[in-house]
Each structure stands twice: as C-alpha cells, then as structure tokens.
C-alpha cells in the first residue's frame, strides 16, 4: 500500500539558511500535518491543511511557512535556521480530516543545522 | 489547552510477560480521541490503538488493550506476551474532536515510555 512520501530523508543547512520540506501524502488524503520531533523529545504539532486550507495551528514559529497544494502534497518553509531547528520533521496525512481518522505518518525528514 | 501525562520514563518487562504502559491526560473537552503510537528506532511512528472518549468498551487491537477511565482522565496500555519487536518508545496522544465534521486538529503527545524486552 502506498505510503506517505517525505522528501528530503537528510537535509543538512548551515545557521541562517533556508530549507523546504515536501510531504506528499497517502493517494486521496486531503488532510496533511506537520510535526518536529527534536532529539529525545515528543513530537510537537506545527500546522495542519484541510482541502488546502490551514485547519490548526500548533507550535509552529513565525520563521516557518507551510502549504498545500492543488494536489495535496504540502511544503514546509523553514528561513532563518536556527541549531534548535535540527530535529526529525514528521508529515502525516489523512482522509477528510475527521478526528477519528488515523493520521498516517511518512518516515520524517532529519534536518541538521549546522 | 490539553496536556497528556506519561508518568513511566522507561519500562523492561521479560519476553511473554505482560506490561502497562499508563497515561494520564488533562482537557476541558468531553468528546476527544486518545491514541497510543510506538515508535521502534527506526522512528516510524506507527499507530497501535485508538479509543473514542464517547465509547464505554475498552478497546483492543490482538495483544495490546486498554484501560480507559473517562472520569479519572487514564489511558492505559496493557501489551501481553510481550514480544521482542515490541520493543520502542510508546507515546501516548490526544486528540479533540470539536472539528469532527470537518477539519485538522493536530495530536498532543505525552513525553513518551521506552518499553524494554528481556529476552
């Protein structure tokens, strides 16, 4: 079964740097969410889109941006990197966005901020 | 805002026996979901069972259960005959309802239990 795609797996940036996440979510899922795990943490909720629009908004600093597409697939915009940014960057997508539907997780992007 | 509690840093249980995991969870709300997610060292986050807050019965998924008490606010995870590949971190997680009809409510999750089998 076709699984949720997280591109890239490994990011590495310097301090400062800009760098984009791309999810591309389980074929008909038109919710998708994000979420930033550091080292040893729990993961964190940033945002969420449903049918395109931003549906919940969690943690998610000023310096982040996110979107989605006419697709579904989503972008996660990180400017003004930080050494606190480096964690495991979680999508998860799901069907219609309904509290009971399981969120789906893709296999997270690792970014390191040099 | 809703907080979810995991009062067990780390659990070791022996190959075949039975552990639980505990939860506690904070919230305002009295229709919400709770999940319990493990995530072995591959850091899949992999869903293991869900429990709607309106529903009475406790749910099970093969050898994991749990014991949920509504008024108490707990959310417990039994895992029996436990197995090597069981071995993970276990998160639990909240999730409101109030945008059941429609919408995208992220998880809370708790600070997580690394579960440890000895063969």
């Known amino acids: 079964a076709a699984g949720v795609i997280q591109s890239p797996r490994h990011l590495i940036k310097e301090k400062r740097e800009t760098a984009t996440l791309k999810c591309y979510p389980i074929?008909?899922?038109?919710?998708v969410y994000w979420y930033q795990q550091g080292p040893g943490q729990d993961p964190q909720f940033l945002i969420s889109?449903?049918?395109?629009?931003?549906?919940d908004k969690g943690s998610i600093p000023d310096r982040f941006s996110a979107q989605q597409f006419s697709d579904y697939h989503s972008e996660l915009n990180m400017s003004s990197l930080e050494l606190g940014d480096s964690a495991l960057y979680f999508c998860?997508?799901?069907?219609?966005?309904?509290?009971?539907?399981?969120?789906?997780f893709g296999p997270g992007t690792r970014l390191t901020v040099l | 805002a809703q907080t979810v509690t995991q009062s067990q840093p780390e659990m070791s249980v022996q190959e075949a026996e039975t552990v639980t995991l505990s939860c506690t969870y904070d919230?305002?709300?009295?229709?919400?979901?709770l999940f319990w997610y493990k995530q072995p060292p591959s850091r899949q986050m992999i869903l293991v069972i869900r429990?709607?807050?309106?529903?009475?019965q406790n749910a099970t998924e093969n050898r994991f259960s749990v014991n949920f008490q509504k008024a108490a606010k707990s959310f417990s995870l039994k895992i029996s005959d436990s197995q090597l590949g069981d071995a993970a971190m276990y998160f639990c997680?909240?999730?409101?309802?109030?945008?059941?009809?429609?919408?995208?409510?992220?998880?809370?999750f708790g600070k997580g239990t690394h579960l440890i089998i000895q063969p």
């Open positions: 429990q709607e807050a309106y529903k009475q």
């Open positions: 998860a997508s799901s069907p219609r966005g309904l509290a009971e539907n399981e969120q789906f």
């Open positions: 997680a909240y999730r409101s309802a109030r945008n059941s009809g429609g919408g995208a409510d992220g998880l809370t």
């Open positions: 074929p008909r899922h038109d919710t």
């Open positions: 919230t305002s709300e009295s229709d919400y979901y």
């Open positions: 889109f449903y049918e395109k629009m931003q549906s």
